[in-house]
């Protein structure tokens, strides 16, 4: 059985480590908004090449409070992606804005800049770019039109942490950026965890604010915040997992390089397309193929794990019955929802199992 992700074997390389990072937080005793946190955040800063980093609970949390901070509200629209997951436009209904969803370039799946354009109108505040699957979006196109429009644009950089375009990388692309440190993520905690990284040292501020309370000074609450906060203790180990990322993405990117040669040429199998300028992280290897629920089944039976991202788009979630986008509205979103399928992919995956993969799609499209 090869699993779609092992994150047993994943964490199980740091075992000392995450032991170590344990004691430490126990000897200092200290548990939420200590020196573990701050190192954290310094060190993801540096790696991002962004000034400042902000822990947040999770990253939903982290998409979140930088709209909150920015003064997003009700009457407001912002721009997002038809096709992401959820967290994407949970974050903008959770001020009381809009989502006004943008249709995806087909061969990346991130947001098309031309229909971003299209959609702007005077209620748009801001656009939340999700680098979809660890590549980035066309960001070089999409902050010349945020400019012209007076909007602000978010990074939603849960997928893509260390991924690169033009050899900036992801956190420092747009106006401020969100990150989740999910397990199953690129670098992800031992359970949730998020940050916000951003040049803006007024913005950073603000967050360390929203995040607590709304208070600067223990007991005095200057506005109404939250209890968002990433712990020590998840700061800890993601201090010992860092140091990690580059390689661990290096060796995503050798499994990437190998589904592309050995994937190539099977008829009605897509592939990954990957932008000039852009150095994806491959968060997922997403494959489309147009009776991929057929795909689903014979790779399962062949013992190959294999998850769907997504396989319901946002409107079309119960959740956002309320917004009346019908099935039809979307429909490259649609298309691709039916269509995709992620293949394993993870740093502790081997060659073996990697051209075991390959063989089993090979004869299901046989
Ligand atoms: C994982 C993810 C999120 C949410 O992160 P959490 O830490 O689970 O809240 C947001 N956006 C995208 C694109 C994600 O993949």
Known sequence: ???????????????????????R??????????????????????YCGAKHAVGVANGLEALHLVLRAWGIGPGDEVIVPSNTYIATWLAVSYTGA????????????????ARVEAAITPRTR???????????????????????????????????????QHGRRAGTLGHAAGFSFYPGKNLGALGDA????????????????????????KYHNDVIGYNSRLDELQSAFLRAKLPLLDADNARRGEIAAIYDRELAGIPGLTLPTVATGCEPVWHLYVV???????????????????????????????AYDGLGLVHGSLPIAERTH??????PIGPTMLDAQVAQVVAAVRRALA
């Not at 040049?199 to 208070?215: E, I, K, P, T």
């Not at 147009?290 to 689903?296: K, Y």
């Not at 399962?300 to 946002?314: L, N």
Request: proline share 6%.
């Open 288 to 318: 489309r193929h147009a009776r991929r629920d057929d795909l689903v089944q014979a790779l399962a039976v062949a013992g190959v794990g294999t998850v769907i991202h997504y396989p319901v788009p946002p409107h079309e979630q119960s």
């Open 25 to 46: 937080v126990l000897d200092s005793g200290w548990l939420i908004l200590g020196q573990e946190t701050q190192a954290f955040e310094a060190e993801f800063a540096a």
């Open 126 to 164: 801001a656009i939340i770019a999700v680098h979809l699957y660890g590549q980035t979006a066309d960001m070089a196109a999409l902050m010349p039109i945020a400019e012209r429009h007076g909007l602000k644009v978010l990074e939603d950089a849960a997928q893509a942490h260390g991924a690169r």
């Open 338 to 343: 039916a269509e995709v399928l992620s293949l």
């Open 1 to 23: 059985m090869i699993p779609f992700l092992d994150l047993r074997s994943i964490n199980l390389r740091q075992r000392q480590e995450f032991h170590q990072a344990l004691d």
């Open 194 to 217: 998020g940050a916000i990284t951003t040049d803006d040292a007024a913005l950073a501020d603000q967050l360390r604010v929203l995040r607590n309370y709304g208070s600067k000074v």
């Open 98 to 113: 809009t989502p006004v969803p943008v249709e995806p370039i087909e061969a990346t799946c991130n947001i098309d800049p």
